[in-house]
């Protein structure tokens, strides 16, 4: 077993890859259900989840383009014994990972999983191969990352008194991913490499627009909202990683992909939500600025004639995310879905359905363009965003997701 590290080279380009025919693979998408259940179990923040599934994925995919090859691995060039299980080798992958990182769910939630996966391989030779590189790329990629910034204590302290354009938080408990932005990005140069240009300035027509927008059409008594931008707007706000990873594995187990097209897809969707989340909230905390609920409510302090204040103001979505408002982390990572998608299926009609939590329904998304225009006024109708938030978060989405597939998970060289 050999083990180096890729280097961070342009896109390869020649060769045609695996050709993804294998019988359909579980193994992928089980493995995204185990972590689900124990970042969950966890009660931890959408910053911490998207990230931890980066390493997950990065560490499966890796393993199983150790095994299988076809594919320029991401971060671990491994070679495995001839015959090794790629099956193995990703429940051993992603028990390592999960186990580092989440080390208080290891025997409730990831070793039991790990028992029963290994339970379904048939004993030999190829179940310790397989285990022993899922291992051993699991332990590299750890040993990578070390140092990178993922939890690094970091603090916010808000302007006292307030200031009018600069966020106070919305909740009691400490603001959420204040660390995140300075947190090495997996395939980014940099967290500020599409930082965007900002919120417009308080004093601003462009200001008053979005100010006033918002104000009426996301407000809790809006009378303008119609019945179908609410329902989107309370879809749009259940939890967003159990909600994003249960759409990530009906793709795969619907499109009945093989096991390193499972295991592309998770890294490829994995490494560019990871990575849009950092450069999203470098930008967050670079421009610190108010939500709607405390923009709205002071609106006779920022010093803008167009601008009535409502100290009774409420959103329709109580209780707004404990980060800066812009940009916006929705417009930041969910768009990126559909591009993602449709490079991934060669096609610009993705047919991508992302599930419930809260029994509203699935919403099913026939176009890239079709996602992004819904996710991104639905934090409008929720009362929680303002336009430029959520419009700047989309350019950093689109920015990201190409940077990453210009960059990676390319075909071997033939």
């Known amino acids: 077993m050999t083990m180096s590290v890729v280097g961070m080279a342009g896109p390869t380009t020649g060769g045609h890859g695996h050709d993804e025919s294998g019988p359909p693979d579980a193994s992928v998408a089980s493995w995204d259900a185990v972590g689900t259940q124990a970042f969950t179990a966890a009660a931890l923040s959408p910053a911490e989840g998207h990230t931890i599934f980066g390493y997950v994925a990065i560490a499966v995919y890796d393993s199983v383009m150790a095994v299988e090859g076809g594919y320029e691995p991401f971060l671990v060039d491994a070679d495995a014994a001839d015959g090794a299980s790629a099956e193995a080798a990703v429940a051993a992958a992603a028990r390592s990972v999960l186990n580092h990182y989440l080390p208080a769910q290891s025997a409730s939630i990831v070793e039991p999983a790990y028992a029963a996966a290994l339970a379904a391989i ?13 291992a051993e790329v699991a332990r590299q990629l750890i040993a990578l990352r070390a140092g990178d910034g993922f939890r690094a204590p970091a603090t916010y302290t808000p302007p ?46 462009a200001w008053a ?31 967003p990683v159990q909600q994003a990873r249960g759409a ?8 009945e992909l093989d096991i390193v097209g499972a295991a592309r897809f998770m890294a490829m969707i994995s490494v560019t939500y990871a990575d849009a989340l ?8 670079h421009y610190t600025f108010w939500r709607p609920v405390t923009a709205i409510r002071a609106g006779d302090t920022d010093g803008n004639r167009r601008t009535a204040g409502d100290p009774t103001w409420s959103s329709l ?15 930041c990572i969910t768009p990126a879905a559909g591009w ?54 989309v350019g950093i989405s689109h920015r990201v997701a190409l940077w990453v597939m ?3 998970f390319h075909p071997t060289r033939g």
């Open 122 to 134: 048939p004993d030999g030779a190829a179940e310790t191969d397989g285990v022993a590189i899922g």
């Open 209 to 239: 627009r979005e100010y006033n927008e918002v104000r009426e059409i996301g407000s809790s008594t809006s009378t303008t909202r119609t019945p179908e931008q609410t329902l989107a707007a309370r879809f749009w706000a259940e939890a």
């Open 160 to 205: 006292n008194p307030p200031m009018p354009g600069v966020w106070l938080p919305t909740a009691p408990t400490p603001p959420i991913g204040v660390y995140l932005g300075d947190v090495a990005p997996f395939s980014l140069a940099a967290a500020d490499q599409f930082r965007p240009a900002g919120p417009p300035a308080l004093g601003s027509r």
């Open 340 to 393: 993602v998608i449709a490079r991934f299926l060669h096609t610009s009609r993705i047919d991508f359905t992302i599930p419930s939590l809260t029994g509203l329904g699935d919403r099913t998304f026939a176009r890239p363009g079709d996602l992004t225009n819904e996710v991104s006024n639905a934090r409008i109708w929720g009362g929680i965003h303002f336009r430029s938030a959520v419009e700047d978060g």
């Open 317 to 331: 979505l109580a209780g707004a995310p404990n980060h800066p408002e812009y940009p916006s982390a929705h417009g």
């Open 406 to 408: 210009i960059h990676h």
């Open 278 to 285: 950092i450069a999203c909230f470098d930008a967050k905390y």
């Open 248 to 255: 990530f594995r009906a793709f795969v187990l619907e499109r």
